[in-house]
């Protein structure tokens, strides 16, 4: 399941691609998670996955390093946020390669939308625990400031007092919903666009890109 495409196009694409994720990111058009609004929905990881679907793992692990480590030079709230960034794009880029493995044994017949559900399925077993256990750190550790916030916030949200230990696993909660809404609108975004890319193109360069190993099944 790997691509045909060579070692010279994964890299170039893995780096364009990567270079975009950090241009969406800058241009920060942040939509705030009403809950916990320190959380935010953004498409800087969609070229990240975009660069996955179409040169396999490792355009997507070239794209996904290029991401973070610009972002640790320029990005907003370094160095905590580019790591997070790597951890949930990172995770979900393994989730795709595995499920790339998983689909080749279990061979079903749902053709690109199979893989797809496969890809979102096991990614998203990946992500929201990793996310979740990452924001734990932080809130915990790193930024206890950030939990009194959270508590503040959530609260309103649900009309109802949010604290203790109580609190902190309505605030875990309410992240991994957070990260599972993230991971859907990235997801579709990023494995639609690339379906579209590569459908339109016919022969060789279907079969090209790495996606394009999915489409015939």
């Known amino acids: 399941m790997s691509s045909n495409a060579s070692g010279a196009e994964r890299v170039a694409g893995g780096a364009v691609f990567g270079a975009?994720?950090?241009?969406?990111?800058?241009?920060?058009?942040?939509?705030?998670?009403?809950?916990?609004?320190?959380?935010?929905?953004?498409?800087?990881?969609?070229?990240?996955?975009?660069?996955?679907?179409?040169?396999?793992?490792?355009?997507?692990?070239?794209?996904?390093?290029?991401?973070?480590?610009?972002?640790?030079?320029?990005g907003p709230f370094r160095p905590v946020g580019p790591v997070l960034r790597l951890l949930a794009t990172g995770s979900t880029v393994l989730g795709i390669w595995l499920a790339s493995k998983l689909y080749a044994k279990l061979a079903p017949k749902g053709g690109i939308r199979g893989f797809s559900g496969?890809?979102?399925?096991?990614?998203?077993?990946?992500?929201?625990?990793?996310?979740?256990?990452?924001?734990?750190?932080?809130?915990?550790?790193?930024?206890?400031?950030?939990?009194?916030?959270?508590?503040?916030?959530?609260?309103?949200?649900?009309?109802?007092?949010?604290?203790?230990g109580s609190g902190l696993v309505l605030v875990m909660l309410f992240t991994a919903a957070y990260n599972l809404i993230q991971l859907a609108i990235s997801f579709a975004l990023a494995s639609g666009l690339s379906t579209v890319a590569v459908t339109r193109r016919q022969g060789y360069m279907t079969a090209k890109y790495w996606i394009g190993r999915f489409l015939h099944d």
Do not use: C, H
């Open 20 to 74: 975009l994720a950090v241009v969406i990111t800058m241009i920060n058009l942040f939509v705030p998670f009403p809950p916990l609004p320190y959380l935010s929905f953004d498409l800087g990881e969609v070229p990240v996955l975009i660069a996955t679907f179409l040169y396999g793992p490792v355009g997507g692990s070239i794209s996904l390093f290029e991401y973070w480590a610009i972002l640790q030079a320029i």
């Open 118 to 164: 496969l890809s979102f399925t096991v990614s998203s077993l990946f992500r929201v625990p990793v996310m979740t256990a990452a924001n734990w750190v932080v809130l915990l550790f790193l930024f206890p400031g950030f939990l009194s916030f959270a508590y503040s916030t959530l609260g309103k949200f649900i009309g109802s007092g949010v604290s203790g």
